[in-house]
């Protein structure tokens, strides 16, 4: 059987995968987002297709139950809120990850016939402020570029963008153009010195919060230099841009000296932003500062130019383009174009259109929280989790009567509070198109069979709206007519000259959508491909402004959230995968050693802000910023309920875009003590209760590491969790230093390890690795047996963190090949078959090489 | 120059030999109160567990000591010292005339005096013919007790077992060898020694022996009695002191020597178990060699002095290995245990003030010397306490 064409469900950039009958994943060479590459994720997707804990089956109130039931009971709900609230009590909150046919069918529904504005999208956290940019510029969301201009620049400026691991395949691209072309420069700008930075020309760590005025800068410059542009708004623009010279961002004034001149004279200049830039209170005039410096070099929609924002998620830009954001109407059409909305509702057959935008998703939550919302169905997202001041959205959860959840999985932060769930399909059983950042659709197929009674997510929303007597409108066949549908409503702008047209779809058989290539957008006519758009642009006075809350001397630090290389939002689906968990296996909160006075390497430590707080091990690390903490958005409930760190995040949102300043909160660090620290690692988990602070983690097949920190005194803990990992004919093997506090214990049967534990006063355990990689072997050998409570071989290499996860090398083996004579990461490759696979890791081996490199002699 | 050696036991054997060897042109005599050739009085437990034959024991054949020079005098015990003379006597009223006299009369098993102690069936654990004697009684098979769980006791038990009798041993203490084990090994030895079939009662003290015309039993405080056709009493030992005292030497629980291991008589020496050293005396072959050693070299002019190290003690029991050194009390809680109790393994390490102060090895001694090392120098083990229990391999001190 040949191999299944299908699309990555992960970030933005949307590449193409070649699935094998046996779930082996290999990247499409054809696919143009990324002609056969993958990275560490991409790759690990065969290892998440058998997940454990699907939702099999539809739920109310906790019992199973029929999808006629449960469909039923959707049904009432919204139609118990409707008539009690009336439609602004009703809401969806749906999900990037949905593909564009189940976005289309969910906004239909709630826009077209709830009548509500109410349904929004976790892309709102991820580029919301990217859109709203663009509409202001261009009165469109439109991306001008496409990815190739990242291979074509001669200047790529990375704003508040981890590329290395947050895109890593365009991060690989970049790389690759780099090799080729060495004279091709590439800027950072990022608070953090992250692996993006490997390698980069110039790194600007700019304060957080501080674009707005490093761009305003830039422009005045260009202006300064003799650059002129016809199009409205500059001189508003200029005037905005006040007479800073960047000072507000704590850049060293040599570095934006050079950094201006770079940009001035090199007319190949992309500005790729992504999260970073947009998950502010400014995101959206930070959009539009990026954009007015491109529009004042003429460089919008140049090869090898212009603006360009990249997405977070397979099919943010899907839902840009089907309108599933409140403030979105469908296809681009303009709420404020009253005869577009007349053709819209004459289309649909939908005389209660809603009239207007509605909650955006922190507001949404908010009006929850107030008891204002009868009835919310989410899906394919985890609000618990993801969202800012997060103990408030699980309260607001819990105050809607009729909360409906489409999921994948079984128990989420989200499912547990959900009334109603609705069994949702995933990656590999579904059908229908996503679209990346650079505009190009591509097909999801489905390669797997329908696990229990999973249905589509278009299928449940149809099914309620027939019970809620819109049948007709929802009657489609399968995700080919929905396309076809969606593709027509493109048309209905015209005659306005809208850059986003499927017209040229719209004709697709079933058999032309089922084999549909990758196609990049505008497609006007049956045929076309879209390429690069130029469009007529305005400049936005964008005035610089600080973050929404200051720091003060109660909360003196900016607290930063993002993303882990090899973890994808709530961990639902990469959680599960042991290798890449290997790469960042516990919760951490990073900070400047100099700010960590009085915090322990190592230690616990307490991230508090006025919202909530979470509690992380503590690292010390040079590569954040003075001044700041840097924390994972991933961790939840189900890993590490202590370490959800939106519980501190500030709700504060951007004034157009409404996305949430998730990149500055003012917080403090202090630490946490613990009578002990430690870990055990077991054949079955153990839950996130094992002691006052637990993480839980998958390490390896079958094998579940809890990282753990108590209160109580070492030796009742000790006491304690032997009972609890004891398994019957096994026999422990013990180390005990009382007066040391030093406890350690593993469990064996028959040479075969079943547990270990290990407490110690200190955070100084010993790395878990060799302990993990134990748990492989049937019958233990005789000198691992002696050396077990030891955590190392007496004559291994000091254990160390692993670098490569799919060939699971550990930074100890690269660097001992550095030492070796591999000076370069091609001889390490070599070598080590370290960065070899996917290419994620290359940033970090790259910085090992600069670490290691002996200096020549003087 | 004549030289008399009392006591043809290691220490004393070692001895001569070192004198002939040192002082080529003396005349050296190996008296011993033994019928047989100088034998190793440790494998002794060989002998009896059939591991060994009474020739393989032998260390010095007669040609071996005769090459050297010495004089041997097997069954020669000797009656008394008549310093004012510079002789000894035997008790068939010989006289060996002597310049330096080095006494290595060693020690005699206890015998406790409980009722019907004297019966005949009741043997002590000491020399060639008490392991005679238990091989006859171990030949009929039946059931024997061992009246003390030392080191001494558990191997006669071990040696009696694999004679095929039933073997129990009665122990005054709740685990066995408390001298060197703390309770934790103790109880590992005691399971070891069970699946050998040897039974154990402890804490239990013996009231007397059973029987008419022969052992038949062992009456327990208790009450109960243990049937038995063999009673092995291992209970301890006495510095066989007698000699020195009526020639009017210093003795305290031995005889007292300085650092030379000389007596209070600049003529006489003593070494191994019937010396005494600042007030400590000796139970094992290998300070008792060391003292042999260093008595020979002082009669020999050299200047020199027995420095006891701590003490340690490496043995073999049942196949298993255990060795412990210095301070292993109990008492106090500042000590790293680690224990596999399926592999039969067992560390307990003693600190005091960052400082290893005592270890007992059961199951892996391999490490034994690292421990004696650090105990002797009182090194600081503040830097590699976590790894310490596993070892010098895993220990990575900073440079």
Redesign the interface.
């Given at each position: 059987m040949a191999e299944t064409r299908s699309t990555c469900p992960y970030c933005g950039v949307g590449c193409g995968v070649l699935v094998s009958p046996a779930g082996a994943v290999r990247g499409d060479p054809e696919h143009p987002a990324n002609r056969g590459r993958l990275c560490s994720k991409g790759t690990a997707l065969g290892e998440t297709l058998d997940q454990p804990g699907r939702l099999l089956h539809p739920e109310v109130d906790g019992r199973r139950a029929s999808w006629d039931a449960a469909l039923d009971a959707v049904a009432e709900g919204f139609r118990g809120a409707l008539a009690e609230h009336g439609p602004a009590g009703v809401a969806l909150y749906v999900s990037g990850q949905l593909l564009t046919e189940d976005y289309f069918a969910a906004n239909k529904f709630a826009k077209g016939f709830l009548g509500t504005g109410n349904i929004d999208s976790n892309s709102r956290l991820c580029m919301a402020s990217a859109v709203a940019g663009h509409r202001r510029a261009f009165g469109e969301d439109i991306v001008p570029g496409i990815y190739e201009d990242l291979e074509l620049a001669d200047l790529v400026v990375l704003v508040g963008s981890n590329l290395a691991w947050c895109h890593p395949v365009l991060f690989q691209r970049l790389q690759a153009a780099r090799a080729a072309r060495p004279e091709m420069r590439v800027v950072v700008v990022d608070p953090r010195r992250t692996a993006t930075c490997e390698g980069a020309d110039l790194h600007l760590p700019l304060a957080p919060g501080s674009d707005v005025a490093l761009f305003n800068g830039l422009l005045r410059h260009l202006h300064a230099s003799g650059r002129r542009s016809e199009a409205a708004g500059l001189d508003a623009a200029l005037a905005a841009a006040g007479g800073g010279t960047g000072g507000e961002t704590g850049i060293d004034p040599a570095l934006l000296t050079t950094f201006f001149a770079w940009f001035a004279a090199t007319p190949r200049t992309v500005t790729l932003f992504s999260q970073g830039a947009n998950q502010s209170s400014s995101g959206t005039d930070k959009a539009n500062a990026i954009i007015n410096c491109h529009l004042l070099t003429g460089s919008i929609g140049q090869p090898g130019a212009g603006p360009f924002s990249v997405t977070g998620q397979p099919n943010a830009m899907g839902g840009r383009e089907v309108g599933a954001l409140a403030t979105t109407l469908a296809g681009h059409l303009d709420w404020d174009n009253p005869a577009e909305v007349e053709a819209l509702r004459g289309f649909w057959q939908a005389p209660s259109l809603a009239a207007g935008p509605g909650l955006k998703a922190v507001e949404l939550f908010q009006a929850a929280g107030e008891g204002r919302i009868g009835a919310l169905w989410i899906m394919a997202t985890n609000p618990a989790v993801s969202l800012p001041d997060a103990a408030a959205v699980r309260a607001a959860m819990r105050r809607v009567p009729c909360l409906v959840v489409s999921e994948c999985v079984r128990e989420s932060d989200t499912v547990d509070l959900a009334r109603i769930r609705l069994p949702a399909l995933g990656w590999g059983e579904k059908e229908g198109t996503v679209t990346n950042s650079e505009r190009v659709i591509s097909r999801q197929r489905g390669f797997r069979p329908a696990p229990g009674e999973a249905r589509p997510d278009w299928w449940a929303v149809a099914e309620v709206a027939a019970r809620l007597g819109w049948g007709e409108a929802f009657a489609w066949e399968g995700p080919a007519a929905i396309f076809r549908e969606h593709a027509a409503v493109t048309a209905l702008a015209r005659p306005a000259a809208r850059a986003f047209d499927l017209s040229g779809l719209a004709g697709l058989t079933d058999a032309d959508y089922g084999t549909l290539p990758p196609t990049r957008w505008p497609v006007a006519r049956p045929g076309e491909a879209g390429g690069r758009l130029s469009p007529p642009a305005r400049f936005v006075a964008t005035p610089s402004r600080p973050p929404a809350h200051a720091t003060s001397p109660a909360y003196p630090l900016r607290l930063l959230t993002g993303r882990l290389r090899d973890q994808w939002h709530s961990m639902t689906r990469t959680g599960a995968v042991p290798r890449l968990m290997a790469h960042s296996p516990e919760p951490v909160a990073a900070i400047n050693p100099a700010d960590a006075a009085g915090l322990t390497d190592g230690g616990l430590a307490r991230v508090a802000s006025a919202w909530g707080s979470a509690v992380l091990r503590l690292r010390h690390d040079p590569a954040v910023a003075r001044g700041a903490v840097f924390v994972p958005m991933h961790w939840t409930d189900r890993f590490a309920p202590a370490a959800r760190i939106n519980a501190a995040v500030n709700p504060a949102v951007d004034p157009h875009s409404g996305q949430p300043e998730l990149k500055h909160t003012p917080v403090r660090v202090e630490p946490v003590g613990m009578a002990w620290h430690g870990f055990a690692l077991a054949r079955r988990p153990l839950g996130t209760a094992l002691a006052n602070w637990t993480a839980l983690l998958p390490a390896a097949d079958g094998v579940w590491r809890h990282e753990l920190g108590g209160l109580e005194a070492p030796a009742e803990a000790f006491a304690r969790l032997r009972v609890l990992l004891e398994e019957p004919d096994a026999a422990w093997v013990v180390l005990e230093d009382p007066a040391a506090g030093l406890h350690r214990a593993a469990l064996l049967r028959d040479g075969r390890l079943l547990a270990c534990l290990f407490l110690d006063p200190a955070p100084a355990l010993p790395a878990r690795d060799w302990l993990v990689g134990l748990f492989a072997d049937a019958r233990i050998g005789s000198d691992a047996r002696r050396a077990l409570l030891a955590g190392a071989p007496a004559d291994g290499p000091a254990p160390s963190p692993t670098i490569c996860v799919c060939h699971g090398i550990a930074a100890a083996g690269i660097c001992r090949a550095i030492a070796a004579g591999a000076d370069t990461l091609a001889l390490v490759g070599e070598a080590t078959r370290a960065g070899t696979g996917c290419g994620s890791c290359k940033p970090e081996i790259a910085a090992l090489l600069v670490a290691q490199r002996i200096p020549e002699p003087a | 120059m004549r030289l008399l050696v009392i006591g043809a036991g290691p220490a004393g054997t070692r001895c001569a030999v070192r004198l002939a060897e040192r002082l080529p042109a003396s005349a050296v005599t190996l008296a011993g109160a033994e019928a047989a050739l100088p034998y190793d009085r440790v494998a002794l437990s060989k002998l009896l567990a059939g591991d060994a034959t009474m020739e393989g024991l032998i260390t010095h054949p007669l040609a071996l000591l005769r090459g050297l020079g010495i004089v041997y005098r097997p069954a020669t015990p000797i009656a008394a010292i008549d310093r004012a003379a510079s002789e000894a006597v035997t008790t068939r009223g010989e006289r060996l005339g002597y310049d330096r006299l080095v006494l290595a009369t060693g020690s005699s098993a206890i015998r406790l005096p409980l009722p019907g102690a004297a019966l005949p069936g009741v043997v002590l654990y000491r020399d060639m013919d008490d392991v005679r004697a238990m091989l006859r009684a171990a030949a009929g098979g039946g059931a024997a007790v061992v009246i003390g769980g030392g080191l001494l006791g558990l191997e006669a038990a071990v040696g009696l077992a694999a004679r095929g009798m039933k073997v129990t041993v009665v122990h005054a203490v709740g685990w066995p060898m408390e001298r060197q084990l703390d309770p934790a090994a103790g109880a590992l030895l005691t399971r070891r020694l069970g699946l050998r079939g040897i039974h154990f009662a402890m804490p239990a003290s013996t009231v007397g022996i059973e029987g008419d015309t022969r052992a038949t039993g062992v009456r327990l405080s208790d009450g109960r009695v243990v049937p038995a056709s063999l009673v092995v009493m291992a209970v301890g030992i006495r510095p066989s002191v007698a000699l020195a005292r009526e020639a009017g030497l210093p003795v305290g629980r031995a005889i007292t020597v300085d650092d030379a291991m000389r007596t209070a008589d600049p003529a006489i020496h003593a070494i191994g178990e019937c010396a005494e050293h600042q007030g400590r005396c000796i139970g094992l072959v290998a300070p008792a060699l060391e003292q042999a050693e260093i008595a020979a070299r002082a009669i020999a002019g050299v200047a020199c002095a027995w420095a006891p190290r701590a003490e340690s003690a490496a043995l073999k029991v049942s196949g298993t290995a255990v060795w412990s050194a210095g301070d292993i009390a109990t008492a106090g809680?500042?000590?790293?245990?680690?224990?596999?109790?399926?592999?039969e393994?067992y560390r307990r390490l003693s600190?005091r003030d960052g400082r290893l102060v005592g270890a007992v090895l059961y199951g892996?001694t391999a490490d034994a010397g690292f421990y004696l090392d650090l105990i002797t120098s009182r090194r600081s083990v503040a830097g590699f306490?976590?790894?310490l229990?596993?070892?010098p391999?895993?220990v990575r001190e900073a440079a």
């Amino acid at each position: 059987m040949a191999e299944t064409r299908s699309t990555c469900p992960y970030c933005g950039v949307g590449c193409g995968v070649l699935v094998s009958p046996a779930g082996a994943v290999r990247g499409d060479p054809e696919h143009p987002a990324n002609r056969g590459r993958l990275c560490s994720k991409g790759t690990a997707l065969g290892e998440t297709l058998d997940q454990p804990g699907r939702l099999l089956h539809p739920e109310v109130d906790g019992r199973r139950a029929s999808w006629d039931a449960a469909l039923d009971a959707v049904a009432e709900g919204f139609r118990g809120a409707l008539a009690e609230h009336g439609p602004a009590g009703v809401a969806l909150y749906v999900s990037g990850q949905l593909l564009t046919e189940d976005y289309f069918a969910a906004n239909k529904f709630a826009k077209g016939f709830l009548g509500t504005g109410n349904i929004d999208s976790n892309s709102r956290l991820c580029m919301a402020s990217a859109v709203a940019g663009h509409r202001r510029a261009f009165g469109e969301d439109i991306v001008p570029g496409i990815y190739e201009d990242l291979e074509l620049a001669d200047l790529v400026v990375l704003v508040g963008s981890n590329l290395a691991w947050c895109h890593p395949v365009l991060f690989q691209r970049l790389q690759a153009a780099r090799a080729a072309r060495p004279e091709m420069r590439v800027v950072v700008v990022d608070p953090r010195r992250t692996a993006t930075c490997e390698g980069a020309d110039l790194h600007l760590p700019l304060a957080p919060g501080s674009d707005v005025a490093l761009f305003n800068g830039l422009l005045r410059h260009l202006h300064a230099s003799g650059r002129r542009s016809e199009a409205a708004g500059l001189d508003a623009a200029l005037a905005a841009a006040g007479g800073g010279t960047g000072g507000e961002t704590g850049i060293d004034p040599a570095l934006l000296t050079t950094f201006f001149a770079w940009f001035a004279a090199t007319p190949r200049t992309v500005t790729l932003f992504s999260q970073g830039a947009n998950q502010s209170s400014s995101g959206t005039d930070k959009a539009n500062a990026i954009i007015n410096c491109h529009l004042l070099t003429g460089s919008i929609g140049q090869p090898g130019a212009g603006p360009f924002s990249v997405t977070g998620q397979p099919n943010a830009m899907g839902g840009r383009e089907v309108g599933a954001l409140a403030t979105t109407l469908a296809g681009h059409l303009d709420w404020d174009n009253p005869a577009e909305v007349e053709a819209l509702r004459g289309f649909w057959q939908a005389p209660s259109l809603a009239a207007g935008p509605g909650l955006k998703a922190v507001e949404l939550f908010q009006a929850a929280g107030e008891g204002r919302i009868g009835a919310l169905w989410i899906m394919a997202t985890n609000p618990a989790v993801s969202l800012p001041d997060a103990a408030a959205v699980r309260a607001a959860m819990r105050r809607v009567p009729c909360l409906v959840v489409s999921e994948c999985v079984r128990e989420s932060d989200t499912v547990d509070l959900a009334r109603i769930r609705l069994p949702a399909l995933g990656w590999g059983e579904k059908e229908g198109t996503v679209t990346n950042s650079e505009r190009v659709i591509s097909r999801q197929r489905g390669f797997r069979p329908a696990p229990g009674e999973a249905r589509p997510d278009w299928w449940a929303v149809a099914e309620v709206a027939a019970r809620l007597g819109w049948g007709e409108a929802f009657a489609w066949e399968g995700p080919a007519a929905i396309f076809r549908e969606h593709a027509a409503v493109t048309a209905l702008a015209r005659p306005a000259a809208r850059a986003f047209d499927l017209s040229g779809l719209a004709g697709l058989t079933d058999a032309d959508y089922g084999t549909l290539p990758p196609t990049r957008w505008p497609v006007a006519r049956p045929g076309e491909a879209g390429g690069r758009l130029s469009p007529p642009a305005r400049f936005v006075a964008t005035p610089s402004r600080p973050p929404a809350h200051a720091t003060s001397p109660a909360y003196p630090l900016r607290l930063l959230t993002g993303r882990l290389r090899d973890q994808w939002h709530s961990m639902t689906r990469t959680g599960a995968v042991p290798r890449l968990m290997a790469h960042s296996p516990e919760p951490v909160a990073a900070i400047n050693p100099a700010d960590a006075a009085g915090l322990t390497d190592g230690g616990l430590a307490r991230v508090a802000s006025a919202w909530g707080s979470a509690v992380l091990r503590l690292r010390h690390d040079p590569a954040v910023a003075r001044g700041a903490v840097f924390v994972p958005m991933h961790w939840t409930d189900r890993f590490a309920p202590a370490a959800r760190i939106n519980a501190a995040v500030n709700p504060a949102v951007d004034p157009h875009s409404g996305q949430p300043e998730l990149k500055h909160t003012p917080v403090r660090v202090e630490p946490v003590g613990m009578a002990w620290h430690g870990f055990a690692l077991a054949r079955r988990p153990l839950g996130t209760a094992l002691a006052n602070w637990t993480a839980l983690l998958p390490a390896a097949d079958g094998v579940w590491r809890h990282e753990l920190g108590g209160l109580e005194a070492p030796a009742e803990a000790f006491a304690r969790l032997r009972v609890l990992l004891e398994e019957p004919d096994a026999a422990w093997v013990v180390l005990e230093d009382p007066a040391a506090g030093l406890h350690r214990a593993a469990l064996l049967r028959d040479g075969r390890l079943l547990a270990c534990l290990f407490l110690d006063p200190a955070p100084a355990l010993p790395a878990r690795d060799w302990l993990v990689g134990l748990f492989a072997d049937a019958r233990i050998g005789s000198d691992a047996r002696r050396a077990l409570l030891a955590g190392a071989p007496a004559d291994g290499p000091a254990p160390s963190p692993t670098i490569c996860v799919c060939h699971g090398i550990a930074a100890a083996g690269i660097c001992r090949a550095i030492a070796a004579g591999a000076d370069t990461l091609a001889l390490v490759g070599e070598a080590t078959r370290a960065g070899t696979g996917c290419g994620s890791c290359k940033p970090e081996i790259a910085a090992l090489l600069v670490a290691q490199r002996i200096p020549e002699p003087a | 120059m004549r030289l008399l050696v009392i006591g043809a036991g290691p220490a004393g054997t070692r001895c001569a030999v070192r004198l002939a060897e040192r002082l080529p042109a003396s005349a050296v005599t190996l008296a011993g109160a033994e019928a047989a050739l100088p034998y190793d009085r440790v494998a002794l437990s060989k002998l009896l567990a059939g591991d060994a034959t009474m020739e393989g024991l032998i260390t010095h054949p007669l040609a071996l000591l005769r090459g050297l020079g010495i004089v041997y005098r097997p069954a020669t015990p000797i009656a008394a010292i008549d310093r004012a003379a510079s002789e000894a006597v035997t008790t068939r009223g010989e006289r060996l005339g002597y310049d330096r006299l080095v006494l290595a009369t060693g020690s005699s098993a206890i015998r406790l005096p409980l009722p019907g102690a004297a019966l005949p069936g009741v043997v002590l654990y000491r020399d060639m013919d008490d392991v005679r004697a238990m091989l006859r009684a171990a030949a009929g098979g039946g059931a024997a007790v061992v009246i003390g769980g030392g080191l001494l006791g558990l191997e006669a038990a071990v040696g009696l077992a694999a004679r095929g009798m039933k073997v129990t041993v009665v122990h005054a203490v709740g685990w066995p060898m408390e001298r060197q084990l703390d309770p934790a090994a103790g109880a590992l030895l005691t399971r070891r020694l069970g699946l050998r079939g040897i039974h154990f009662a402890m804490p239990a003290s013996t009231v007397g022996i059973e029987g008419d015309t022969r052992a038949t039993g062992v009456r327990l405080s208790d009450g109960r009695v243990v049937p038995a056709s063999l009673v092995v009493m291992a209970v301890g030992i006495r510095p066989s002191v007698a000699l020195a005292r009526e020639a009017g030497l210093p003795v305290g629980r031995a005889i007292t020597v300085d650092d030379a291991m000389r007596t209070a008589d600049p003529a006489i020496h003593a070494i191994g178990e019937c010396a005494e050293h600042q007030g400590r005396c000796i139970g094992l072959v290998a300070p008792a060699l060391e003292q042999a050693e260093i008595a020979a070299r002082a009669i020999a002019g050299v200047a020199c002095a027995w420095a006891p190290r701590a003490e340690s003690a490496a043995l073999k029991v049942s196949g298993t290995a255990v060795w412990s050194a210095g301070d292993i009390a109990t008492a106090g809680d500042d000590c790293i245990v680690l224990r596999d109790d399926a592999e039969e393994r067992y560390r307990r390490l003693s600190l005091r003030d960052g400082r290893l102060v005592g270890a007992v090895l059961y199951g892996d001694t391999a490490d034994a010397g690292f421990y004696l090392d650090l105990i002797t120098s009182r090194r600081s083990v503040a830097g590699f306490r976590s790894v310490l229990p596993f070892g010098p391999a895993f220990v990575r001190e900073a440079a």
